[in-house]
């Protein structure tokens, strides 16, 4: 059973628990001690629906304010001229305990306004949970997508494929794997810290380049115009994108930074 279903259930039982009561205190046949309790369902709903959320959205003393005149003017409108004119259909309940009829529309009305107001401050909690946990795991699935595509696995299943064919000679594996490790870690944990200085993350950088060398022999070597505090992973991002756009398979890589913004381009050899 979804909530919308419980919600519906819940709203029923408690207009037929309204009637069940009316008829302890009442002799009055079924059929207009039902008339006399749904009456109050239109100040209830309007209330629920177009009131109640109006003010949860920003609640203000000018929209307190607006609520509960709106909601006045809407109950005795549409319950006391029924109570007048038809006082043989629509009759005061007994629990009220009031022989006025207007005292009977004000001491009604506080009842159903909390009963309204609480059912509704339920209602738009859950839907609010309901929309934060659905934000909550689209989040952690876009960062799940994004740990994929940034670890880069055909990348690692190329290292790997490499290192398998120097199994004899453990000494570079073993400086390999190392380096391999501290890589992914970067990569897995690059958005705890804040930023970093230019030249920690140059050397994950070159880590990654002589890994890369392994698969594809290239010669690849980084140089930074100066040292500086940038945003972590950032210039690894950019050494990737422009590794990506060019043909050479050797050279250097210049990083630089212009506007706050971090470059990284072929540096043009002498």
């Not at 079924?30 to 749904?38: E, K, N, P, R, V």
């Not at 000018?62 to 509960?68: G, K």
Request: aromatic letters at 14%; charged letters at 20%.
């Amino acid at each position: 059973m979804n909530k919308s279903s419980i919600i519906i259930i819940c709203h029923f039982s408690f207009w037929i628990f309204n009637v069940f009561v009316n008829t302890l205190f009442t002799t009055a046949p079924i059929g207009i001690q039902i008339m006399s309790t749904l009456i109050f369902a239109i100040p209830f709903y309007f209330n629920y629906f177009i009131l109640v959320p109006n003010i949860l959205n920003k609640i203000t003393f000018t929209r307190v304010f607006i609520w509960v005149v709106s909601y006045s003017l809407i109950h005795f409108a549409t319950c006391y001229p029924l109570y007048d004119l038809f006082p043989n259909v629509f009759i005061t309940p007994s629990i009220v305990n009031s022989t006025s009829k207007i005292g009977a529309v004000i001491h009604i009305s506080f009842f159903y306004i909390t009963f309204s107001t609480g059912s509704r401050m339920v209602f738009q909690w859950v839907k609010n949970t309901k929309v934060a946990h659905r934000l909550y795991m689209q989040k952690r699935d876009n960062e799940i997508n994004e740990l994929k595509v940034g670890m880069s696995f055909p990348f690692v299943e190329g290292v790997l494929q490499q290192l398998e064919k120097e199994i004899d000679e453990p000494q570079n594996i073993v400086k390999s794997i190392t380096s391999l490790s501290k890589v992914l870690r970067f990569k897995l944990y690059r958005k705890q810290d804040d930023s970093i200085m230019l030249n920690d993350e140059v050397k994950i950088i070159e880590r990654y380049l002589s890994l890369l060398s392994i698969c594809d022999h290239s010669d690849w070597k980084i140089e930074i115009k100066e040292n500086m505090w940038v945003e972590k992973g950032i210039a690894f991002l950019r050494v990737e994108e422009c590794l990506n756009y060019t043909n050479f398979t050797g050279g250097t890589l210049l990083i630089s930074m212009k506007n706050d913004e971090i470059f990284v381009s072929l540096k043009e050899e002498l």
